[in-house]
């Protein structure tokens, strides 16, 4: 199975910090990778899809990159609504795998 | 706007199946533009794939289970099902179904998700 791994595992940072995350697979799998946010209690969101397409309603501050085995995911400005955490997800082969997650947590 | 909604017993008891159905509306399951997960979160920790069906009826499944998971799907009903066999406690989570468009890479459409728990 593919195994991807995210960095960091959780950060604290700021309202209106640019944050970074990176999701890094065991082997090449194109652009075949899904970026999802989750909230306490909530099913995951979609925010990314084939790796850089950002899902309708998402709002902009959010931009991912990345093809073959290194990916990113960015937020431009930290909003409170954004402590939540994060799952790369690929769907390259099967059996689809997740990230473990990070966290985004307020400094 | 498609919803989906899962729904089962909350509590199965060891060496037992456990059945899940997930209801569609605003939707249809059988049409060929998705294809249908589940996906499932133990408590605290991170998510992982348990298989998927296609409107045609092909499953593709998560080989950790060891063959202990069937999918199905109920067109008519517009219902996919999940079974898990031979449960123990580490099958305890949340259990998510999920839709996926065909040609995308992302599940955009979520279930609340419900908790099974596995005890005697």
């Known amino acids: 199975a593919i195994q991807l791994t995210q960095s960091p595992s959780s950060l604290s940072a700021s309202v209106g910090d640019r944050v970074t995350i990176s999701c890094r697979a065991s082997?090449?799998?194109?652009?075949?990778l899904a970026w999802y946010q989750q909230k306490p209690g909530r099913s995951p969101k979609l925010l990314i899809y084939?790796?850089?397409s950002l899902e309708t309603g998402v709002p902009s501050r959010f931009s991912a990159s990345g093809y073959g085995t290194e990916f990113t995911l960015t937020i431009s400005s930290l909003q409170p609504e954004d402590f939540a955490t994060y799952y790369c997800?690929?769907?390259?082969?099967?059996?689809?795998?997740f990230g473990q997650g990070t966290k985004v947590e307020i400094k | 706007q498609v919803q989906l909604q899962e729904s089962g017993p909350g509590l199965v008891k060891p060496s037992q199946t456990l059945s899940l159905t997930c209801s569609v509306s605003?939707?249809?399951?059988?049409?060929?533009?998705?294809?249908w997960a589940w996906i499932r979160q133990p408590p605290g920790g991170g998510l992982e794939w348990l298989g998927h069906?296609?409107?045609?009826?092909?499953?593709y499944y998560n080989s950790s289970l060891e063959n202990r998971v069937t999918i199905s799907a109920d067109s008519s009903k517009k219902q996919i099902s999940l079974k898990l066999g031979s449960v123990t406690a580490a099958d305890t989570a949340i259990y998510y179904c999920?839709?996926?468009?065909?040609?995308?890479?992302?599940?955009?459409?979520w279930g609340q998700g419900t908790l099974v728990i596995v005890s005697s």
């Open positions: 999920a839709r996926c468009l065909m040609g995308y890479s992302g599940y955009d459409r």
């Open positions: 605003g939707g249809s399951t059988g049409s060929g533009d998705s294809y």
């Open positions: 069906i296609y409107y045609s009826g092909s499953t």
């Open positions: 082997q090449g799998i194109s652009s075949a």
């Open positions: 084939d790796a850089s």
């Open positions: 997800q690929q769907f390259n082969s099967y059996p689809q795998t």
